[in-house]
């Protein structure tokens, strides 16, 4: 089962571009992925540049927010002209947001957020970060929550590959299903099961649901909330609940598989990346993006 770039491209997207790790490790991304903020890590590397980088990112998905370390040094790249470049020929002002390390005066302070916000205009903010890490999660949290990074969704959907199964056993026979997750949540999950489909009605609890996420296992009820024929096929979505009968995952299973999704998730995104950077290695510019294989995992 392939997972489409469309599908990995849809929602909305957070990109750190060069950020420092020592102030924002990468532990936090799992965590914004938690509240239901998706967001990567830009790194650099000498194969591609990462204006090149950068280029496809904005080329490729619609809905983003690209925030720029402007203390990372690049031989040769002034950040204010290089973001300005990029407001001209892309007119991202709001999806563009800044970040720095605290300075020693509110002077250096304030000519950073008058060159960026009201000479430049970027929209999505001029973030101080603090030398104490655990203050700077929650700025940033809140930052993600004032740009509205979440878009639509509550949860992130985490698309799947064959390697994401479920085996359930219900109904007064006894029977068993197997197969492959189309996509999972923290809250929900979905199959598409051939033919008929499963001998379940909607809002039936199906108990003890086994999963294996890439090598993750455990085991949930849940509820069908939805079903819908596809292709003649049956798609069917369902809510986790929880031992005690409550909606979602018991907390110990949720705290274990948030790195999990995230993992699942953000291999997706990067096996794209990835290929389109090898591909645009080579190439000028990315006005035009390189062909890329439609199934990527």
């Not at 591609?48 to 040094?73: A, M, P, T």
């Not at 031989?75 to 709001?94: E, G, H, N, S, T």
């Not at 999505?124 to 979440?150: D, S, V, W």
């Not at 997706?268 to 591909?279: F, G, I, R, S, T």
Request: aromatic share 12%.
């Amino acid at each position: 089962m392939g997972i489409s770039v469309n599908d990995i491209i849809t929602g909305r997207k957070t990109f750190f571009i060069l950020p420092d790790t020592s102030l924002i490790p990468s532990s936090y991304l799992e965590d914004y992925f938690s509240l239901g903020y998706e967001c990567y890590f830009v790194e650099n590397d000498k194969r591609v540049r990462i204006q090149k980088k950068v280029d496809i990112i904005i080329s490729l998905f619609k809905d983003l927010i690209l925030f720029f370390n402007v203390d990372f040094n690049i031989p040769d790249l002034d950040w204010a002209d290089y973001v300005q470049d990029l407001i001209a020929q892309y007119d991202k002002r709001d999806s563009i947001g800044i970040l720095y390390t605290k300075r020693q005066t509110k002077d250096e302070k304030n000519r950073i957020e008058k060159r960026y916000l009201y000479e430049l205009g970027v929209r999505c903010g001029c973030i101080q970060l603090e030398y104490q890490k655990k203050q700077n999660f929650e700025l940033i949290a809140k930052i993600l929550y004032a740009n509205q990074a979440q878009g639509r969704r509550k949860t992130i959907r985490a698309l799947c590959s064959s390697a994401c199964t479920y085996t359930v056993t219900y109904g007064p026979h006894k029977l068993t299903a197997t197969g492959s997750l189309q996509d999972i949540s923290l809250s929900h999950f979905t199959i598409l099961s051939p033919g008929s489909g499963l001998d379940i009605k909607l809002y039936e609890k199906l108990p003890s649901i086994h999963f294996n996420i890439r090598g993750f296992l455990f085991t949930s009820d849940a509820l069908l909330v939805m079903e819908r024929p596809v292709n003649g096929d049956m798609l069917y979505v369902f809510a986790f609940v929880s031992t005690s009968g409550q909606n979602g995952l018991d907390d110990r299973i949720r705290m274990l598989l948030i790195p999990a999704l995230y993992k699942l998730l953000s291999a997706n995104c990067n096996a794209l990346l990835d290929q389109l950077y090898q591909k645009a290695d080579d190439m000028e510019d990315v006005t035009e993006l390189p062909e890329v294989d439609d199934d990527i995992l």
